[in-house]
């Protein structure tokens, strides 16, 4: 997989950074720890998204506590 430039938005959430691709239409993933020119450790989380614009992780550990 050639990774492009063309990346809309990104978010780092514990130890994975995930970014959203115009030209391909997806969001990947990749450890933020892994070697940046292994392909092999990109992952394609979502495809077929339509001009994808922003991207939000929503964990546990970082939501507020309800009553």
């Known amino acids: 997989m050639t990774l492009s ?3 809309v938005s ?5 130890d994975q950074v995930y970014w959203t691709d115009w ?3 997806s969001i990947f993933k990749v ?4 070697d940046v020119h ?6 394609n989380v ?3 998204l339509y001009a994808p614009m922003d991207l ?6 970082k939501q ?3 009553q």
């Open 5 to 7: 430039l063309n990346w």
């Open 10 to 14: 990104c978010c780092v959430a514990k």
């Open 23 to 25: 030209e391909e239409e």
């Open 31 to 34: 450890n933020k720890f892994a």
């Open 38 to 43: 292994s392909d092999s450790e990109v992952k």
């Open 46 to 48: 979502v495809i077929q």
């Open 56 to 61: 939000h992780v929503y964990h546990q550990l």
């Open 64 to 66: 507020p506590h309800g």
